[in-house]
T-cell receptor, first 113, second 117 residues
Framework: DTAVSQTPKYLVTQMGNDKSIKCEQNLGHDTMYWYKQDSKKFLKIMFSYNNKELIINETVPNRFSPKSPDKAHLNLHINSLELGDSAVYFC????????????FGPGTRLTVT | AQTVTQSQPEMSVQEAETVTLSCTYDTSESNYYLFWYKQPPSRQMILVIRQEAYKQQNATENRFSVNFQKAAKSFSLKISDSQLGDTAMYFCAFMKQTIQGAQKLVFGQGTRLTINP
């Protein structure tokens, strides 16, 4: 069984569209994250949720809005997509404060044309 | 702010050789965690090894070991008896726990390692 899953794995869309990426974890973790990996492979955190509460919000355009309906899910909605949004987006999860390993999903490659 | 620097964009070694990947970081914290992640062509992020800053003993996981120099803020990864499957991007990462219980990972730029047959 996949621990952290993301859908879709690939997403090709045109500029100006709105799209969502879904993330689910079955590890019982209460903290989830979104990371962005750009074309140069640089990874940077975007958001983090703990028990459905937003606790990390890096400098990310307002067009990006995370939504956490429950502890096991953290979705990423992107409005008015731009060419620069093309990247691989990783979801990750971890358990609270005593275990520090983050488990990553397989990533979603977003291509904006 | 914490920064992580990997000064070797690419490295290449022959199978069975030993290779060391460099990483330095900058922080004013005294308690933190350091990680090495591997990203093979499948793009899955895989944890290789982790080190708690308060532990003086270097972490080891089978063929993977680290040389942690806290005063120098250096955290290098040594891969012994390298195998073709070790070919991947390797990311050094610094983790700090926030007050809210979140764990923020800050990554280096990555080192692309190629193991040649």
């Amino acid at each position: 069984d996949t621990a952290v899953s993301q859908t879709p794995k690939y997403l090709v869309t045109q500029m100006g569209n709105d799209k969502s990426i879904k993330c689910e974890q079955n590890l019982g973790h209460d903290t989830m994250y979104w990371y962005k990996q750009d074309s140069k492979k640089f990874l940077k955190i975007m958001f983090s949720y703990n028990n459905k509460e937003l606790i990390i919000n890096e400098t990310v355009p307002n067009r990006f809005s995370p939504k956490s309906p429950d502890k096991a899910h953290l979705n990423l909605h992107i409005n008015s997509l731009e060419l620069g949004d093309s990247a691989v987006y990783f979801c990750a999860s971890s358990r609270g404060t005593r275990v520090y390993e983050q488990y990553f999903g397989p990533g979603t490659r977003l291509t904006v044309t | 702010a914490q920064t992580v620097t990997q000064s070797q964009p690419e490295m290449s070694v022959q199978e069975a050789e030993t290779v060391t990947l460099s990483c330095t970081y900058d922080t004013s914290e005294s308690n933190y965690y350091l990680f090495w992640y591997k990203q093979p062509p499948s793009r899955q992020m895989i944890l290789v090894i982790r080190q708690e800053a308060y532990k003086q003993q270097n972490a080891t996981e089978n063929r993977f070991s680290v040389n942690f120099q806290k005063a120098a803020k250096s955290f290098s990864l040594k891969i012994s008896d390298s195998q073709l499957g070790d070919t991947a991007m390797y990311f050094c990462a610094f983790m700090k726990q926030t007050i809210q219980g979140a764990q923020k990972l800050v990554f280096g730029q990555g080192t692309r390692l190629t193991i040649n047959p």
